[in-house]
């Protein structure tokens, strides 16, 4: 069924940047098409990157250059850099399938703040 362990959140100032680290198991990310979601408060979880083999990466509009998505195959884990990050950025973070077919992860909290 697989299981998804998202981390490295925490509180940030504007401007400042994360590293995000998702951790797959149960099955392989190489064979998937894997993406980084968000939610912000009161908000619907929307889609912030994917990365699969053989394509470039993809970005949701309000990255604007700012994220970056990576993933170490070996380790069957994904990561996402955030950089320049904006109070805009607060909310949850998840990682999943394009197909959101596994279990959906705790997440973790990015907060942008002063």
């Known amino acids: 069924q697989g299981q998804l362990v998202e981390s490295g959140g925490t509180l940030v100032q504007p401007g400042g940047s994360l590293r995000l680290s998702c951790v797959a198991s149960g099955f392989s990310i190489r064979t998937e098409i894997m993406v980084w979601y968000r939610q912000a408060p009161g908000k619907q979880r929307e889609r912030v990157a994917g990365i699969s083999s053989g394509r470039d990466p993809t970005y949701a509009d309000f990255v604007e250059g700012r994220f970056t998505i990576s993933r170490d195959s070996a380790k069957n884990t994904i990561y996402l850099q955030m950089n320049s990050l904006k109070p805009e950025d607060t909310g949850v973070y998840y990682c999943?399938?394009?197909?959101?077919?596994?279990?959906w992860g705790q997440g973790t909290q990015v907060t942008v703040s002063a």
């Open positions: 999943n399938t394009a197909r959101r077919d596994v279990p």
